[in-house]
């Protein structure tokens, strides 16, 4: 039934969009992930492959090119020159600018495709903590300065932003503890070994579920849907604690210019299907609306806005 829904879809899509269009694509496209399998950026990836091949007419296969915090994937990206390659992108792709002195890759290198989606990141604390609410421990983190500790999957990860951006919001002196992934993190944050986590809803929801983890706050700008009544950080007391973990799609510079619009515009259609939506909404993931032109804003806009913190703050890539 699914698949019946996403050809009758592609079926009336515009034809510069579809394969109709002879000049472009005139073979397979390839869809580089910079992150491992199983991530939310990988499945948001295969979620969108097959409908945008059906549209197409042209095969999309996901490649995960793994490595330094997605950069390794980025410059294989970038390296491309065949126009028939795409890269998923997250809110690494802004922050690496100011982590990695020596990219292999300049932002030139690549053409925006459009935002695809935010997984929001949730605060949340052993279920055998005290702690019930943003300010009940923002009040024993001040009580006790450097005794608290906060995992993440790593330096420079929006799970490690977000823990840094609060702690230089709320004047908090926290412990970082960086972990290799998210799900390592989380195994010691469930068992009590590190006090607090910003973790992704998708990561973080099923501990919530069970109550061995207690949610206290989202990270993003606005209440999400798979908890209404969780408040966001500024509701909780800490105005500007915001961080959208967003994924984007690019494409190489090479992708042809006449080739452009319609990908922006298949995108930005493929989003807005019940059937695609659907299945964002079961990994944690809500669709983001916008095109070509605002995924160039928001990278202008995000890739300052954290270059400047991370200067501030002295936060390195390990």
């Keep these: ?41 990988d499945a948001m990836a295969r979620i969108l492959a097959t409908p945008m091949a059906e549209a197409l007419g042209q095969a999309v296969v996901v490649e ?23 890269l998923m992108v997250s809110i690494a792709h802004a922050v690496n600018p100011a982590l990695y002195p020596r990219l292999p890759y300049a932002e030139a290198d690549f053409v925006p495709v459009g935002p695809v989606a935010v997984v929001p990141n949730i605060l949340v604390v052993p279920a055998s903590r005290p702690w019930r609410s943003v300010a009940d421990l923002v009040a024993d983190a001040r009580r006790r300065p450097g ?25 908090l002196t926290l412990e970082h503890v960086p972990y290799r992934g998210s799900a390592p993190a989380v195994t010691d944050l469930v068992a009590g070994r590190v006090d607090m986590m910003f973790d992704s809803v998708t990561s973080a929801g099923p501990h919530i579920a069970s109550g061995r983890l207690m949610a206290l706050a989202v990270t993003t700008s606005q209440r999400i849907a798979s908890f209404p009544d969780l408040p966001t950080m500024t509701e909780a007391g800490v105005p500007g604690a915001v961080v959208d973990p967003w994924f984007a799609m690019l ?58 913190f991370i200067q501030r703050a002295g936060i390195k890539a390990e």
Excluded: C
Excluded at 64 to 86: C, F, M, P
């Design 1 to 41: 039934m699914r698949r019946r829904s996403l050809l009758a879809f592609a079926a009336g899509l515009p034809l510069p969009a579809l394969a109709q269009n002879a000049a472009w694509p005139e073979r397979p496209l390839r869809l580089i992930v910079p992150f491992p399998p199983g991530g939310a950026i």
């Design 64 to 86: 995960n090119r793994a490595g330094a915090g997605g950069t390794t994937g980025t410059g294989v990206a970038a390296q491309t020159t065949d126009g028939h390659s795409l």
């Design 147 to 171: 005794a608290l500790t906060y995992a993440s999957a790593g330096s420079g990860t929006s799970i490690h932003l977000a823990g840094a951006l609060f702690a230089d919001l709320a004047g």
């Design 251 to 308: 494409a190489p510079r090479a992708l042809p210019i006449a080739a452009r619009p319609s990908l922006s515009s298949l995108l930005s259609r493929l989003l807005a299907d019940t059937a695609i939506i659907e299945r964002l909404t079961r990994i944690g993931a809500a669709p983001m609306k916008g095109d070509a032109g605002t995924l160039a804003h928001l990278l202008t806009e995000e890739t300052a806005r954290w270059g400047a």
